[in-house]
């Protein structure tokens, strides 16, 4: 799936980026969009802003956690960024030790040059995609012991 132009204001921040950064997060942008058009389960994706940073929201399916992007200060990576109370980070971690450095349980920090690692990273999206569908199969789960 080809991802669909960006909101006026979503591109306005794409465009207040460094470029290095802004070019890296709209390779990630793509991926986002293709990684959600291969599970059904997830449904369109609400694109917006939270914090005045290019948000992606499963809205229609309510099946995954948001997923930002943007920058961490400090870094010159760019960064996906996720709810600090969820566990994705620690199972990103978990798959994916020496792959990609992380910022506490907030952000997976990516290069903003070389080849974008499309495959552990569709991972990393999916499961964020769909975190509240498998959370809430352990809990139909665990209510049924």
Known sequence: MTAPPPPREVSRAFGALPV??????????????A???????VGR?????KWGEPAYL???????STI??????????AAILFNCQTTLI????????DRFEYRQTRAVLLPVAGRLP??????????ALTYHLG???????SAQL
């Open 58 to 64: 499963t809205d229609e399916t309510g099946s995954g």
């Open 68 to 77: 930002r992007l943007g920058r961490v200060k400090g870094s010159a990576h």
């Open 20 to 33: 290095p950064i802004g070019k890296r997060l709209l390779q990630v942008r793509a991926l986002i969009f």
């Open 45 to 49: 994706l609400t694109e917006t802003l």
């Open 135 to 141: 959370r809430r199969g352990t809990k139909a789960k």
């Open 118 to 127: 499309k495959r552990e990273l569709s991972v990393c999206l999916s499961l």
């Open 35 to 41: 990684t959600a058009a291969a599970h059904d389960e």
């Open 90 to 97: 620690d199972s990103f971690r978990e798959r994916f030790p």
